[in-house]
């Protein structure tokens, strides 16, 4: 099969067609959840990647992973709206909740006993915080508010269009604050590396973060680029 990409394809389309891409682009700090609605060189040109490195990378794992029978996206993109829903809040939320539960005090021990000595992870603290109030609230509003109104709209159960539609994008915004705070953490911990002298439970709280990273931005991709575009 011929590799099916090209600079102009846009990036959440090539994680949906190709979702193991979405590990590259992380690594080249390309937003393909909140930003995928963009050309790849457009993409690529605002985080200063070699075009042509990028696409030979994805050609070549492309090209490992040709002929293993349909990704998880594109079960998704088949699946209906009630079945995603259910997904993302059994997958995402609920795993979301506990982890930021748990981590929360592993984040807040590190700032206080390693602040002096590495100030960056005061902000790291800040910025978990703000994360975490943001997503607690960001999934809370989608359980109870959201998605019933976009299985409405769904089943044309709901008069009033709009309403439905400025959720979506209200949700769309929140996804892109969550999508910055998280741009911040990455770069503020150089790609979530911890210095040689990290004590284990350091370590263990940069590990946390790029995992709460990745599944956070396979969630809003979900979101995203597969369920809010069959209404927008």
């Not at 029978?69 to 699946?79: I, K």
């Not at 021990?109 to 960056?120: I, L, M, Q, R």
């Not at 603290?125 to 959201?146: A, M, P, Q, R, V």
């Not at 209200?170 to 004590?199: N, Y």
Request: hydrophobic share 35%.
């Amino acid at each position: 099969m011929t590799f099916p990409f090209t600079q102009d394809s846009l990036v959440r389309d090539i994680v949906n067609e190709f979702p193991k891409s979405s590990d590259i682009f992380k690594r080249n700090r390309i937003d393909f959840c909140c930003g995928g609605n963009t050309p790849l060189a457009n993409a690529v040109a605002s985080n200063g990647v070699n075009m042509e490195v990028l696409l030979t990378e994805l050609k070549d794992l492309y090209e490992k992973n040709e002929g293993n029978g349909p990704t998880d996206m594109e079960v998704w993109m088949d699946s209906d709206s009630q079945t995603i829903i259910n997904h993302v809040i059994e997958r995402y939320h609920c795993p979301l909740e506990e982890e930021l539960t748990l981590l929360s005090p592993y984040v807040t021990k590190v700032a206080k006993v390693h602040g002096d000595g590495h100030p960056e992870l005061l902000k790291v603290y800040e910025l978990f915080y703000e994360l975490k109030k943001e997503l607690l609230e960001h999934t809370k509003k989608e359980e109870e508010i959201s998605f019933p109104l976009i299985l409405k709209l769904e089943a044309g159960e709901i008069e009033n269009r709009e309403e439905a539609l400025s959720q979506i994008a209200q949700l769309e915004k929140e996804h892109d604050h969550a999508g910055e705070i998280l741009r911040e953490l990455r770069e503020i911990t150089s790609d979530f590396v911890p210095p040689v002298d990290a004590c284990g439970t350091y370590r263990l709280v940069y590990k946390r973060l790029e995992m709460l990273e990745g599944e956070t931005f396979m969630h809003v991709h979900l979101e995203n680029n597969i369920l809010f575009p069959r209404y927008i």
